[in-house]
């Protein structure tokens, strides 16, 4: 079982940044990749982002780019969304999650991360 914390969510102004984090429970966090999903009302749950065990791999939702990036911490056991530059379609709830599999690909369906976090609320207003 791992459990999933996120933090950091907040209103923000549209232009303006945020970090968002994850904390993990559990020896085996680096063995899990790490992705960031969000769903703003009305639509269906997202992906964001993926970081790979070692963190040396990412990958960003396309229309995301240039604007978030992902990283993580095994230390620490932590996962970081660093968001910028946010406009007022980034409003959602912001879910991290863990995909157990063992292959090394970063994978974006929703289905197929095995745990999640309750999620972080993040308003941009204009």
């Known amino acids: ?47 964001v982002a993926a970081v790979s065990r070692s963190g040396t791999d990412t990958k960003i939702a396309d229309s995301l780019q240039g604007r978030f990036t992902v ?18 379609e980034d409003t959602a709830v912001y879910y991290c999650a863990a995909d157990l599999n063992l292959a090394a690909t970063l994978r974006i369906m929703a289905a197929e991360y095995a745990y999640w976090g309750q999620g972080t609320r993040v308003t941009v207003s204009e």
């Open 1 to 47: 079982q791992v459990q999933l914390i996120e933090s950091g969510g907040g209103l923000v102004q549209a232009g303006g940044s945020l970090r968002l984090s994850c904390a993990a429970s559990g020896r085996a966090f680096k063995l899990y990749k790490m992705g960031w999903f969000r769903q703003a009302p009305g639509k269906e749950r997202e992906f």
């Open 71 to 88: 990283a993580r911490d095994n230390v620490r056991n932590f996962v970081y969304l660093q968001m910028n530059n946010l406009n007022v």
